[in-house]
């Protein structure tokens, strides 16, 4: 089942297309990776498709509905929620505040019913905390709920950064380069934690420079090379193709001998 | 928990009870006393701007909006000013949204700059306001507060009934309660969350779902409206407003007095307007070299006591601290 429809999806900034007319789908419950070198419009393409910058062309359709120019706050309540590069998360919170918080989006009472403290407010309350709590223990991080989030080592971080985006009980979640800067060990560990949250039938969306995390993940692949579309397909078709190996390691040379 | 109870209330009786009974016939103190509740209810609101990481040097402009809002009301309309107040407020929010929703997308420097010739603006604005503003004549002879009744029963006298001095100290002191209340609540309830993650990171707040538009203009209208209330209050006790009523040093200490007072803590503007308005009186005595002693202690206080002089008895408090940058 189609979950996610990106059409003819482009970005201009002046004269540099940075995203030109990709066009792909995601299937419910499935990891579809966006590879490419450097500069190919991968990160573009999540802040497209999540509104954190405005399109030049094209249409994003989630669950058969046109998501396209709706604010970054209305396309994540819609269930399209990112994570950032980097660790992006509220410093000066604790672990289980940036998690509580992070649930607003479920949050039902209006400013005046927060203010007044109704009982939908408290209820909401209630029910995040507790929620919080189970994030944090499916992802290993119970033991620091109570420590600042800026005294986190760098793999609890990354881990915090994707239980906020778990807070918001997305459909389909945007990883941003997950495993970046992560060892051997920390990386095995993040794959598990992204396989069990496909497992509850999430369907995640991954742009990613560690090819052998994305390998081992992957259901499926995008190759972007120069904002371009250059090839979909299962790892090992990606793997054999032609026009992927050549925008990675440039075509061969037979004057050149190489 | 309990201690802090206890001493809020003992604060609170102390400033509502036991100070107008000994000052009642202190005029000069009592004076004092209610500027420094006003002013700290100014900078409340200055406080609201700056949970959402914004430094708002435009609180003057909105105070200014707020008088002459109760000014020309009561003066050309002849409404009560017990309407007028609260329409202050009102009107001042509404300035407020309407000017921060396209501002409020600056940040840092930025903001404080625009928020700067914001206060400059609204002098302007009320030198050249023709008949409606009355120019740099101001509008004078704004009457005292008038008598409240409900049902035949007299609420609130009228003003010139009273002690003018102590009224004027109650209403103040009224004002700065509820002002308090009011922000403590929002502080401690998810709005409060809300407002600090739009300060840590807007990008993430939007990611979460959070209308990061919305309530950066919630809480910088609300900053507003205490501006708009309090300008109605000086223009009222003082019975006139001119353009220079609240002008660009004004809008500097009030945003002072909450970097005094500390960032951290929702008392903190309070504290702080206390301390240095009261200081800065206690100064008096010095004349000519009243300022450079005034200044001298502010310049001190930042460099003892960045995070404000509540830092130095309550640990800060994580989280609840600004970055602003």
């Known amino acids: 089942m189609i979950v996610m429809e990106v059409r003819e999806l482009t970005k201009r900034f002046g004269g540099l297309v940075a995203v030109d007319h990709v066009t792909f789908q995601a299937n419910q419950g499935e990891v579809l990776s966006i590879i490419g070198p450097n500069g190919a419009g991968k990160s573009t393409l999540f802040k497209l498709i999540t509104s954190f910058l405005p399109r030049t062309a094209g249409r994003v359709i989630f669950q058969g509905e046109d998501i396209t120019g709706l604010s970054a706050h209305l396309v994540a309540r819609k269930g399209v929620v990112r994570t950032f590069q980097e660790t992006t998360i509220f410093k000066e919170m604790s672990a289980l505040e940036n998690v509580v918080i992070a649930h607003h989006l479920r949050s039902r009472a209006t400013s005046v019913g927060l203010f007044l403290n109704t009982r939908v407010a408290r209820q909401d309350e209630a029910a995040f905390r507790d929620s919080a709590n189970e994030i944090l223990d499916d992802l290993g991080l119970s033991r620091v709920r109570h420590e600042e989030a800026r005294h986190l080592p760098h793999g609890h971080l990354r881990a915090l950064g994707i239980a906020i985006a778990m807070a918001g009980d997305p459909k389909v979640l945007l990883l941003d380069e997950p495993f970046s800067g992560m060892n051997p060990e920390e990386t095995d560990r993040m794959v598990a934690m992204v396989r069990g949250i496909r497992d509850r039938g999430v369907t995640i969306l991954l742009v990613e420079h560690d090819m052998r995390a994305v390998m081992r993940l992957s259901d499926r692949i995008i190759v972007l090379n120069f904002g371009r579309k250059i090839a979909d397909g299962t790892p090992r078709e990606i793997q054999s193709d032609e026009a992927v190996i050549e925008a990675y390691i440039g075509r061969e040379d037979d004057e050149l001998g190489i | ?325």
């Open chain 2, 1 to 325: 928990m309990r201690l802090r109870v206890v001493a809020a209330l003992a604060g609170l009786a102390l400033y509502l009870v036991v100070v107008p009974l000994v000052f009642r016939e202190s005029r000069y103190l009592l004076g004092v006393l209610t500027t420094a509740s006003v002013l700290s209810l100014i900078s409340l609101g200055v406080w609201l701007t700056f949970a959402i990481g914004r430094i708002n040097i435009g609180q003057a402009a909105f105070a200014l909006v707020g008088g002459y809002t109760t000014a020309i009301l009561s003066v050309k309309l002849g409404v009560s000013f017990w309407l007028c107040l609260p329409a202050s407020g009102l009107v001042a929010a509404l300035v407020g949204a309407v000017i921060g929703w396209p501002i409020l997308r600056l940040k840092g420097v930025y903001f404080a700059m625009i928020t700067l010739t914001l206060t400059e603006a609204a002098r302007l604005a009320a030198l050249n306001g023709g008949s409606i503003t009355q120019g740099a004549t101001g509008i004078l002879n704004i009457p005292l507060p008038g008598e409240v009744t409900l049902a035949g029963v007299v609420l609130v006298p009228a003003f010139r009934a009273l002690n003018v001095h102590l009224a004027f100290y109650y209403l103040a002191a009224i004002l700065l309660v509820l002002g308090l209340v009011t922000v403590t609540r929002i502080a401690t309830c998810r709005l409060g969350w809300i407002f600090r993650s739009l300060r840590q990171d807007e990008a993430l707040a939007a990611s979460i779902g959070v209308n990061v538009a919305k309530y950066r203009v919630l809480a910088f209208a609300l900053g507003c409206s205490f501006a708009g209330i309090a300008g109605a209050f000086f223009t009222v006790s003082q019975q006139s407003i001119y353009p220079s009523s609240f002008g660009v040093p004004d809008s500097v200490y009030y945003m002072l007095y909450c970097f005094l007072g500390g960032l951290s803590y929702v008392s903190g503007p309070v504290v702080g307007a206390f301390v240095l308005f009261l200081g800065f009186e206690l100064l008096h005595g010095l004349r000519e070299y009243q300022m450079l002693t005034y200044a001298a202690i502010m310049i001190t206080l930042m460099l003892w006591l960045p995070n404000g002089l509540l830092s130095l008895r309550l640990p800060a408090r994580p989280g609840v601290k600004a970055d602003t940058a």
